[in-house]
């Protein structure tokens, strides 16, 4: 499977956006699908997973802010982003957890006034 990320863009603090996290299959089967983000001058780390039964967990600097969901209908995984800060600026990810599939180009975010 390959999944590819989209919806990246530039925003204004305290605005919202939504990644998508298209797969070139079905993704009923992926057991954990997880966002990834990596910053300027810092290390990959993950965002947010859902299981394929739906439970969802978040890093603790996106929490109250930042929801993912799956529609398995459209093989698509969602990031939704609110109250976004300066530092979610970055390339972010989709990939299976662990995540031993290859990023690929991933999706700028960049939150700036």
């Known amino acids: 499977v390959q999944l590819q990320a989209s919806g990246g863009g530039l925003v204004q603090p305290g605005g919202s956006l939504r990644l998508s996290c298209a797969a070139s299959?079905?993704?009923?089967?992926?057991?954990?699908t997880g966002w990834y983000r990596q910053a300027p001058g810092k290390l990959r780390d993950v965002v947010a997973y859902?299981?394929?039964?739906?439970?969802?967990h978040y890093a603790d600097s996106v929490k109250g802010r930042f929801t993912i969901s799956r529609d398995n209908a459209k093989n698509t995984v969602y990031l939704q982003m609110n109250s976004l800060k300066s530092e979610d600026t970055a390339v972010y990810y989709c990939?299976?957890?662990?995540?031993?599939?290859?990023w690929g180009q991933g999706t700028q975010v960049t939150v700036s006034s």
């Open positions: 859902i299981t394929s039964s739906g439970k969802t």
């Open positions: 299959r079905s993704i009923s089967s992926i057991n954990v």
């Open positions: 990939n299976v957890r662990p995540p031993v599939l290859s």
